[in-house]
């Protein structure tokens, strides 16, 4: 068995108190051992990554593309032992743990770039014989909190650009997946990165992520979770005037026209639904469909659907691994229930499967109205509804009646309606005869609305939200 200890202020430490890491594929398997951190241990982490930002601050741009390119180095030369942890510990595919995994290499690198590109500007002042200059400065600590969905590739997006423009980093990685987030520290720690700058503080959200969030040395917080604990982080955030990022749910709409090529909708509809066992905020978990083509496209999603491998992540026939946990598990039955219950019909699956693990069929729901709760309810399960549209112009309404904004998809062969829909959708991303999940990790990620709240994430958007600007006036 395996202890997964937290790093605080450079020193490894497993603590008084832990919880054991259980494969969602099979429960009797316990992967290893849990560090779960008291609220004084956060406490010493802050203050320890405060004293440690200041010459991190000072850092060259070439200090910090070494020690992003080693951390993005290792993690790909690792990228099949780590995304079979990830695997393990969180349930998706075999394929889709390696994807993350290297994808989290990836953000390194792609920082490690961006750390000699950081660029100010310079203007004449209107005053004569003035001048003017903007640069973009760290912020200093920085906390993060990440979900369990993408143990790897979610605090590689936050610490990454983090560390990159100078800031020190707290993060507290979901307690179900703490794998992932003791490998990523274990390679960051050897990286040549000074000692507190980057600290992993894994524990009870309810007990330790106060602490981080009111803590007058943390000048900002990047969440990803639910919409519920994100406006509690909002909340905290504005009474400290804390800078904040919030990536939250989404009830993303997936298009489908009349003109769209029947084979390329159903394969963007099945993956953007139900892989990583639709356990993304990016998940395609509204298909609305025009007339023409509803009846081919129910069939043959349903078939498809219906076809789908569900098991043990690790095995090499499986396409859908397990739900992450019990209680999701009822979650998702239960929205099975109450979509039953307001009319909608089930085309397929929908029930918990035998194993020792969390395992659920894939469930496809037909003859849905958008105004149900199955379609205005994040459900982060693998429950996806159809919705029928009259054309076009109903399916964008549709589209748009959401208090969601993250990612939104459209299958169609026509340039005209492809354009007006990436101009119209109320959606931070838009994806063309693509799944609305799965996304480059070297562009903005982000939406509108009740999905996210403050800059983007990622790419060189990142920059707005971990520096700050000063701008200064010189006069010669
Ligand atoms: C993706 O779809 O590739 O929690 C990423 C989530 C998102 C990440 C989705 N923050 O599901």
């Known amino acids: 068995m395996t202890n997964f200890p937290n790093l605080i202020g450079g ?6 108190q832990s919880v054991p890491n259980v494969n969602p594929s099979d429960t009797a398997d316990v992967i290893g051992q849990a560090a779960r951190a008291t609220a004084d241990e956060m406490d010493q982490a802050i203050n320890a990554a405060h004293e ?5 601050a000072k850092s060259t741009p070439q200090q910090r593309f070494d020690v992003l390119d080693a951390i993005g180095t290792e993690i790909l030369a690792r990228k099949e032992e780590l995304g079979d942890l990830l695997s393990r510990e969180e349930g998706k595919s075999l394929p889709e743990g390696i994807g993350e995994a290297a994808r989290a290499g990836q953000i390194f690198k792609f920082f490690a770039g961006e750390a000699l590109r950081l660029a100010g500007e310079r203007l004449d002042s209107v005053r004569p014989g003035v001048e003017v200059d903007m640069r973009r400065e760290p912020l200093g600590v920085v906390g993060l909190i990440t979900p369990w969905n993408f143990p790897i ?4 997006w936050k610490t990454a650009p983090a560390i990159c423009y100078g800031n020190a980093v707290v993060l507290k990685a979901a307690e179900a997946v703490p794998g992932s987030a003791w490998a990523l520290a274990d390679i960051i720690s050897r990286s040549g990165l000074p000692k507190g700058v980057f600290s992993l503080v894994n524990g009870r959200g309810s007990e330790i992520g106060p602490v981080m969030i009111d803590h007058p040395k943390v000048a900002a917080i990047s969440f990803t979770g639910s919409v519920q604990t994100g406006r509690s982080v909002a909340q905290a ?3 400290n005037f804390k800078k904040v990022q919030l990536e939250m749910g989404g009830k993303n709409p997936m298009v489908v026209l009349d003109d769209a090529d029947l084979e390329v909708a159903v394969g963007a509809c099945v993956n953007g639904a139900f892989f990583s066992t639709g356990q993304r905020c990016t998940a395609s978990s509204r298909m609305i469909v025009t007339e023409g083509i509803y009846d081919d496209f129910v069939a043959a999603m349903t078939k498809a659907v219906s076809a789908l491998k569900v098991g043990d992540a690790r095995d090499a026939s499986t396409q859908i691994g397990p739900v992450i946990d019990e209680r999701q598990l009822e979650k998702d039955l239960e929205y099975v229930e109450i979509a039953k219950a307001e009319g909608a019909t089930l085309a397929c699956g929908g029930e918990r499967l035998d194993g020792n693990g969390y395992f659920m ?3 496809l729901f037909t003859d849905t109205r958008n105004d149900m709760r199955i379609n205005q309810e994040e459900v982060f399960g693998p429950v996806a509804t ?3 549209a ?3 112009d109903e399916a964008l309404a549709l589209a748009n009646d959401t208090e969601f904004g993250l990612s939104a998809g459209i299958c169609t062969t026509s340039l005209k309606y492809a354009t007006h829909f990436k101009a119209n959708v109320k959606a931070g991303m838009v994806m063309v005869n693509l799944p609305t999940a799965g996304v480059d990790y070297h562009v903005p990620f982000g939406g509108t609305k009740g999905s996210s709240y403050g800059s983007r994430e990622q790419g060189r958007y990142a ?8 701008t200064s006036y010189t006069q010669a």
């Open 386 to 388: 159809i919705i029928k």
């Open 52 to 56: 440690a930002q200041k010459d991190w």
């Open 361 to 363: 069929s894939p469930a």
């Open 390 to 392: 009259k054309d076009y």
């Open 463 to 470: 920059a707005e939200f971990y520096t700050t600007v000063k």
């Open 153 to 156: 590739a979610i605090p590689a």
């Open 11 to 16: 020193e490894w430490t497993m603590g008084t």
């Open 237 to 239: 955030c504005a009474v």
